[in-house]
Structure formats: structure tokens, C-alpha cells
């Protein structure tokens, strides 16, 4: 069965950082398209960034240039590196991982994506 666990939210003041982690089990994160996706209250679930097997990554206009997505290998987890955060930020913060090895052209679309965490809450206070 796959799990993915995601961990490293927290409460942070604007202009502060979070790293965020989603360790898989039953599962590979390699040659797997992997994202990020956040929901904030009474918000639909926004695509945040993704990475595939090649390294290429894309983000959502609204984080570009503030968050870093990675993922380690060996420790099979993905990683989001989240800088300078601003109080529109604040949402619960899921990872997710296609089934498929395949990449998809829609790599911020949540129909894209088979698996998912349970969330790490990010709450960022002005």
C-alpha cells in the first residue's frame, strides 16, 4: 500500500521559511511526476509546483522565485523548500505522486496525480 507523509508545516511570520517533506512508502519517487498542492478554507485544491524524473520542475505563478521543489532518491522523499512566505501562503500543504512514470503536460492538475498525503498545515501570520 503506499503512504505518503508529509511533515514540516508549522506557524511562521511573513518573510520566514518552512521546509516541507513528503516521505513515501510503498511507493518510488523516482521517474514519478511528484507535486505539491495546497487548499486553503473555502479554497479548491491549487497545484503549487511539481518535478519530474528529469529534474524539470514547474511552479504556480503565485510561488515562483519563493519555493524550491526537490526530492532525494535515496531517502525516497520529495521536499519543498518554501522562502519569504507571505500570509496568502496559509493553507494545508499535500503532496501527491502519479502512478504512471509517465509526465503529464498538466503537471499542476490534481486529476493528474493517484496518491496523496494527509496534509501538513502552513499557517503564515502578518
Known amino acids: 500500500e503506499v503512504y505518503l507523509a508529509e511533515s514540516g508545516g508549522g506557524s511562521v511570520q511573513a518573510g520566514g521559511s518552512l521546509r516541507l517533506a513528503c516521505r513515501a512508502s510503498?511507493?518510488?519517487?523516482?521517474?514519478?511526476?511528484m507535486g505539491w498542492f495546497r487548499q486553503a478554507p473555502g479554497e479548491g485544491r491549487e497545484g503549487v509546483a511539481s518535478?519530474?524524473?528529469?529534474?524539470?520542475?514547474k511552479y504556480a505563478e503565485s510561488v515562483r522565485g519563493r519555493f524550491t521543489i526537490s526530492r532525494d532518491n535515496t531517502e525516497n522523499t520529495l521536499y519543498l523548500q518554501m522562502n519569504s512566505l507571505k500570509p496568502a501562503d496559509t493553507a494545508m500543504y499535500y503532496c501527491?505522486?502519479?502512478?504512471?512514470?509517465?509526465?503529464?503536460?498538466?503537471?499542476?492538475?490534481?486529476?493528474?496525480?493517484?496518491?496523496w498525503g494527509q496534509g501538513t498545515q502552513v499557517t503564515v501570520s502578518s
Open positions: 518535478i519530474y524524473d528529469d529534474g524539470t520542475s
Open positions: 510503498g511507493y518510488t519517487v523516482r521517474n514519478r511526476l
Open positions: 501527491a505522486g502519479r502512478q504512471s512514470t509517465a509526465n503529464s503536460m498538466r503537471r499542476l492538475d490534481e486529476d493528474v496525480y493517484d496518491y
